[in-house]
């Protein structure tokens, strides 16, 4: 029998944004329709937000969390983050129910049968939300990588349903009249990319700085990408012109080499990443080879033409992406629209609009469950934790 709770990403396309969130419905879309096309796609299964509206139901939860959350004064955050964390606490105080985690492991041991290994796993929180600015603060919830195993799974499947209520987000919603159970949530299971042995990055389809259409600009570090996301290293960089790409002559048009000054690497021992000095040798060559640049260039542009098919229009995409260090492999992780370009219009695809692209407004890196944000935009340092079982996984990204 088809399962209500969990959508493997073969059975998922973008008309799917208000059951599996802006991230699993793009990562979906581009398994489907993509991957056949040689682009680099995980393969993975998303747990849809029925999943977890039945959550709510358990033990009168929904009630417990209207009574914590109502009421709010937006200027007091005393009482913001003491609800925040009475949310947080009411949801990991009740179990998952049981027919909802057979479902997730049922889908978990298709995924291993399909890869033929027990992976470690990213499980990635994906927001579904009516209005676009509240989706865009809805992917400050959390993601766990390195999470091994069926408890593992489920504990962190549990932690980011929690996360919809981190004290910044209760904030947010207060301040802007948001209903705070508006929102809901879905979770991406897949498997985990070495990009700690290796480097990731993003792409960018155009140039922002010149407006120029026929670029697509790469940028990459070394290690793991919270650190080039949130601006902290200088990374290396090319642009590739869209004209001359695959067609034998020469498409970069311009390549800078970054300091790359500090990496983000993960300590199998201790099951933790840390940030570490790039030794002088790495930070005096480029991390990627131009083979791979042209690589990356080229799916961007396949992908840019798809969703720009879907939307009728020219689409400008921005994609997070990772180098396997172990397998040597390139995968594309996330895909969404470009910022610069998301604040407008709805575009309707398929009953879903692409305003609900994911929209990351920040990421979390730390152990347990007090978290260094990288980002303080909407992220609140060294926030308060809440009662779980011991956390085996770290909030990051790939």
């Known amino acids: 029998m088809k399962s209500a709770y969990t959508l493997h990403f073969s059975e998922i396309g973008m008309s799917d944004v208000t059951r599996v969130g802006g991230k699993n419905a793009s990562l979906g879309e581009l398994f489907v329709t993509l991957k056949p096309e040689g682009v680099g796609v995980l393969d993975g299964f998303a747990i849809t937000t029925e999943a977890y509206w039945r959550h709510l139901e358990e033990q009168n939860l929904r009630g417990k969390l209207e009574d914590v959350l109502s009421n709010l004064d937006p200027d007091n955050l005393a009482q913001l983050a003491e609800a925040g964390y009475a949310a947080r606490t009411h949801i990991l105080q009740t179990q998952l129910p049981d ?22 796993m990213a499980v990635r ?10 989706a865009s603060l809805a992917g400050a919830a959390e993601t766990f990588l ?3 195993g069926e408890d593992g799974l489920l ?15 209760v904030s947010y919603r207060a301040l802007h009249g948001y209903p705070q159970l508006k929102v809901a949530l879905s979770v991406g299971v897949m498997p985990m990319v070495s990009s700690d042995l290796a480097c990731s990055g993003i792409i960018v389809t155009g140039d922002i700085e010149s407006g120029s259409r026929d670029v697509v600009k790469v ?15 200088v990374p290396d960089e090319w642009r590739v012109s869209k004209r001359m790409l695959g067609k034998g002559i020469e498409s970069i048009v311009g390549r800078r080499l970054g300091s790359k000054e500090v990496r983000l690497a993960y300590d ?32 961007a542009c396949k992908i840019e033409e798809h969703f720009s098919a879907l939307a009728q229009h020219d689409q400008p995409m921005e994609m997070e992406w990772a180098k396997d260090g172990i397998t040597g492999g390139l995968f594309i992780l996330q895909a969404r629209i470009r910022a610069a370009h998301a604040a407008g219009e709805a575009i309707g695809i398929g009953g879903a609009s692409l305003s ?10 730390g152990r347990g469950t007090d978290s260094i944000s990288l ?11 809440v009662p779980s079982a011991d956390r085996h996984s770290v909030a990051a990204t790939h």
């Open 268 to 299: 199998a021992d201790t099951r933790s990443i840390r940030s570490e000095a790039t030794p002088p040798g790495d930070r005096a060559r480029f991390c990627l080879g131009e083979s791979d640049v042209h690589q990356l260039a080229t799916w």
């Open 356 to 365: 609900n692209f994911p929209q990351v407004a920040g990421r979390k890196v």
């Open 155 to 169: 504990r962190a499947v549990h932690q980011c349903f929690a996360s919809l209520f981190t004290d910044s987000a």
């Open 99 to 120: 027919d909802m985690c057979e479902d997730i492991l049922d889908a978990y041991h298709e995924l291993v049968t399909r890869l033929k290994h027990e992976p470690e």
């Open 375 to 385: 980002n303080s935009d909407v992220a609140i340092k060294n926030e308060r934790g």
């Open 219 to 233: 940028s990459a570090s070394y290690g793991r990408g919270e650190f080039l996301a949130q601006g902290a290293v």
């Open 125 to 134: 929180s994906s927001a579904s939300a009516e209005d676009p600015m509240e």
């Open 146 to 148: 390195n999470v091994r």
